[in-house]
């Protein structure tokens, strides 16, 4: 689906602008009008981290004008595996400043404004408003759905991209042509049922893969050229090589862009989809013990059963003294239940909690009434007991 241009093209090129952006001005497509609609352009990206870290460098060195970055995170070491905006130095930093460095660093003749701050309800309709278009790089739905609705709501097109382990995928929503995420995925997924990248784990070059794909959309986009992915969603799968795209039609039912919407205003995003179900919610209420409990607990040498509800491979990175490995899928299968002691307290534990929460429901419903989690699972372990063991 060709496009009329985003944003009305720059008065003109600075001779310095004329030498670094030939490449671009030699391409007709692209030209010295498309070059100077870059320039002119104004571009949020929301997240500094996987997505956001390659898909700012390239807008940078592509010459958009201006360049938004909302972040409120800090870099920490594990980030450095994909997010290559941040370096070895910038660990303990804020995201979005140590991402402001780079892009100058890049190109200082793009303008950077920082948002550091969670984008929520409450500030994306301002934030969003002073941006011809959103690059999308978060990795949680709550913040997805955010997105997509504040863009319907503001007539504005975004570039999404999803990445997890070995796979990607890309579009380009905007509902004035087309589909918005919505129509895609009407209804966020389960509680716990798709684990995040932090959970999974993301191959680091991946994030160039599809956070480039990102770039390329978010240019033809503003400056009017080739056929963006309006209407389709690009799935790659890096461990065979493929590229498959699949047609998304608007849905005339849709909740934010349909015919008759429903959704007429923000909602409470992490309400909507839920970050753990009802039922782990309410087995964690007054089921949840911390890390410097559970370890007064080992020292006095209580009748417990601790149980990492993890992956093999996140056991292999870190554990829990005593802890016996039962992953999570072998609780909600129900082929762990049998095995448990009847003469212990169970003491389940994951990652930070969520999944421990989700499988203490499957113990509370099962009988298991004293069983409990520990909040933070064993990253709050390593952060109060053992420090000198690894996190990721």
Not at 99 to 112: F, M, Q, R, T
Request: charged residues 20%; aromatic residues 6%; proline residues 6%.
């Amino acid at each position: 689906m060709s496009l009329p241009p985003l944003v009305e093209p720059a008065s003109e090129l600075t001779v310095d602008e004329v030498r670094r952006y030939s490449r671009h001005l030699i391409i007709p497509d692209v030209g010295m009008d498309g070059q100077k609609r870059l320039k002119n352009a104004k571009v949020l990206c929301v997240g500094a981290g996987g997505l956001g870290s390659p898909a700012l460098m390239y807008l940078a060195a592509a010459g958009v004008g201006t360049l938004g970055i909302v972040e409120f995170d800090e870099v920490d070491e594990s980030n450095l595996q994909r997010q290559i905006i941040h370096s070895q130095a910038d660990i303990g930093r804020s995201k979005a400043a140590s991402a402001k460095d780079s892009v100058l660093g890049i190109n200082p003749y793009v303008n950077v404004i920082l948002h550091e701050e969670r984008l929520e309800a409450e500030n994306v309709m301002d934030i969003f408003s002073q941006y011809d278009l959103i690059v999308d790089g978060t990795d949680n739905f709550a913040t997805r759905y955010l997105v997509n609705d504040a863009c319907v709501l503001l007539n504005k097109p975004y570039v999404w991209g999803s990445i997890y382990r070995f796979d990607g995928q890309a579009s380009v929503f905007w509902s004035e042509h087309g589909p918005c995420y919505r129509c895609l995925y009407p209804e966020p997924p389960p509680p716990g049922m798709v684990p995040s990248c932090a959970e999974g784990g993301v191959l680091g070059v991946l994030c160039a893969s599809i956070g480039s794909i990102q770039v390329n959309e978010a240019i033809k986009v503003l400056a009017g050229i080739g056929d963006p992915l309006v209407g389709r969603l690009m799935i790659y799968d890096a461990l065979e090589m493929t590229y498959r795209q699949v047609k998304v039609r608007k849905d005339p039912d849709c909740a934010v862009c349909g015919e008759n919407p429903t959704v007429t205003e923000l909602i409470d995003y992490e309400a909507f989809c839920g970050v753990v179900s009802e039922e782990a919610q309410e087995a964690a209420m007054g089921a949840t013990i911390t890390p410097k409990q559970l370890k007064e607990w080992i020292d006095a040498d209580e009748q417990i059963e601790i149980i990492d509800v993890r992956e093999p491979n996140e056991y292999e990175i870190v554990s829990i003294p005593g802890a016996k490995l039962i992953p999570k899928n072998e609780f909600l299968m129900g082929n762990a239940l049998q095995d448990l002691p009847q003469d212990k307290k169970i003491v389940l534990h994951c990652k930070t909690g969520v999944r421990s929460a989700e499988v203490l429901a499957v113990l509370k419903s099962a009988g298991f009434a004293d069983a409990v989690h520990v909040g933070g699972g064993v990253i709050g372990w390593v952060h109060q007991i053992e420090p000198e063991k690894p996190v990721y």
